[in-house]
């Protein structure tokens, strides 16, 4: 009753799965991965104790086709299962047992799996697989977006939309680098669940994407006026401490702390800042 992909940078620092359903909650019950380790999706009727397994197999260096293969082997469910496993090196595997309701398949390849069930159509994995072969361009957590996109444009799930999840690792890439959880973000039950995952994407992406060197300013000059004067009318005026404190203040309060940099600061964070203090306008 669903359409996943999972896959892994290519320096195999990234794992992730993006994934959809005409089901409650997907991204509760199909995801399931660790940094620099790998990670599977287990659906269909779902064995929840593949995640765990799985990740054990994988950790020893088992290959993604053997953790499939020793996974439904122990199983006698099997045939009502789905699972998408790939690990730190090599190709993906993917499995679609006989009594999946059509249509049902998957495809995989080096560093991926696509796999899907009660589809419209194979058009929804070859839309996956297309899409995440063809922008190596984006960021991983985007990619991974842009493949689940393109596999709900195909037709996705035949039954309708419910959820949508998108869950990514890498080694001290969460939050202050304090977890390996570099996205978890789930749409639960929402008309457009894959098109809300891309607003939250992009939520996520401005508090905790990590500013890039190459484009930040310094807090001198004009730089520093234009910040203080918008910092005053955001209710934060600079003070006895000096102009970086009013503007940490300022930041905790719109949880960009991520983005701040002593003595400079990110284009993305004055541009929120320009924003959120830019005047109203309409009737």
């Known amino acids: 009753m669903t359409?996943?992909?999972?896959?892994?940078?290519?320096?195999?620092?990234?794992?992730?799965?993006?994934?959809?359903?005409?089901?409650?909650?997907?991204?509760?019950?199909?995801?399931?991965?660790?940094?620099?380790?790998?990670?599977l999706a287990s659906q269909a009727?779902?064995?929840?104790?593949?995640?765990?397994?799985?990740?054990?197999?994988?950790?020893t260096g088992v290959p993604a086709a053997d953790v499939v293969a020793g996974l439904i082997a122990a199983d006698p469910g099997r045939d009502d299962r789905q699972l998408g496993v790939v690990g730190a090196t090599g190709d993906g595997a993917t499995w679609t047992?006989?009594?999946?309701?059509?249509?049902?398949?998957?495809?995989?390849?080096?560093?991926?799996?696509?796999?899907?069930?009660i589809l419209a159509g194979p058009e929804v994995i070859d839309a996956l697989r297309d899409t995440w072969l063809g922008r190596a361009d984006l960021p991983f957590p985007q990619r991974l977006?842009?493949?689940?996109?393109?596999?709900?444009?195909?037709?996705?799930?035949?039954?309708?939309?419910?959820?949508?999840?998108?869950?990514?690792?890498?080694r001290h890439g969460g939050y202050a680098g304090t977890g390996d959880e570099l996205v978890?973000?789930?749409?639960?039950?929402?008309r457009d669940p894959v098109g809300e995952l891309g607003r939250l994407l992009d939520i996520h992406t401005l508090l905790f994407g990590k500013p890039d060197p190459a484009t930040l300013l310094d807090l001198t000059g004009p730089v520093a006026d234009e910040v203080a004067a918008l910092l005053a009318a955001a209710g934060h005026p600079v003070g006895a401490a000096g102009l970086e404190e009013a503007l940490?203040?300022?930041?905790?309060?719109?949880?960009?702390?991520?983005?701040?940099?002593?003595?400079?600061?990110?284009?993305?964070?004055?541009?929120?800042?320009r924003r959120t203090t830019a005047p109203a306008t309409g009737g």
């Open 145 to 170: 977006l842009a493949a689940l996109v393109a596999g709900d444009r195909a037709g996705g799930d035949r039954r309708g939309r419910q959820s949508a999840a998108l869950f990514v690792v890498q």
């Open 248 to 273: 940490d203040a300022w930041a905790g309060v719109e949880n960009l702390e991520e983005r701040i940099v002593p003595g400079r600061i990110d284009p993305v964070v004055l541009d929120h800042l």
């Open 97 to 117: 047992g006989p009594r999946c309701h059509p249509w049902a398949g998957g495809q995989s390849g080096d560093g991926w799996a696509a796999q899907g069930n």
């Open 184 to 190: 978890d973000l789930r749409v639960d039950d929402h």
């Open 45 to 59: 009727h779902a064995n929840l104790a593949y995640r765990a397994q799985g990740l054990t197999m994988l950790r």
């Open 3 to 39: 359409f996943s992909i999972v896959a892994r940078s290519a320096d195999g620092l990234v794992h992730g799965i993006a994934v959809a359903s005409k089901f409650l909650a997907a991204g509760a019950l199909v995801p399931a991965a660790e940094a620099e380790v790998g990670a």
